[in-house]
């Protein structure tokens, strides 16, 4: 039995206790934005800019506060799966990124948040560019320097670590296997 058939199939889910962190952070921080925006306090030294720059923080944390809350009460089902084969996103893809296709996997590290990164093949990564969005945000992760597929842990029931150690564990068995079974399977005759 090889080292692959050994590795259990995990599915991944939402973290409540984080889940519930990122929507206090959301809701306070779109709140700081709103009263600095709409100006409780009525300070009489806020620019143009500053005020701006606050609707802004108000759009973007108040969307993710809505989506954090939205995943809060709706989400129950996993979304990330490792399995022998490969690593399925269901918040990037509904396609499963087969082990054999990847490059190599690396971290992403923002202050104290580590995402892992798939570096795909060529012709496996163009159809994960998706949409007009996804397109935009994989050009913006491409100039901070995080170039290829990223899987973020922020609200799963896994850290960033954890992530990378389990990915790269079944990365090598999945790719272990795959040439294990290259090696065995006859060419045709003609």
Do not use: H
Request: overall charge positive.
């Amino acid at each position: 039995m090889s080292v692959s058939q050994n590795l259990p199939n995990l599915a991944i889910g939402y973290s409540l206790a984080r889940l519930l962190k990122i929507l206090a952070a959301g809701a306070l921080m779109t709140l700081v934005s709103a009263a600095i925006a709409l100006n409780w306090f009525q300070i009489k030294t806020l620019t143009p800019f500053q005020i701006t720059v606050c609707y802004v923080g108000l759009a973007l944390f108040g969307l993710v506060t809505l989506r954090t809350l939205w995943t809060l009460l709706f989400a129950r089902a996993p979304v990330v799966f490792i399995t022998r084969v490969g690593i399925r996103d269901t918040r990037i893809a509904d396609d499963t990124i087969a082990w054999r296709s990847v490059r190599e996997i690396s971290v992403w590290q923002f202050r104290n948040q580590k995402i892992v990164v798939l570096k795909l093949d060529p012709l496996i990564a163009d159809r994960f560019d998706g949409g007009f969005l996804k397109r935009i945000v994989s050009m913006m992760n491409k100039a901070v320097g995080a170039e290829g597929v990223l899987i973020n842990p922020s609200g799963l029931t896994i850290d960033g670590e954890t992530l990378l150690e389990t990915c790269k564990q079944y990365w090598k068995a999945g790719r272990l296997a795959y040439s294990g079974r290259a090696a065995v399977v006859p060419e045709p005759v003609s």
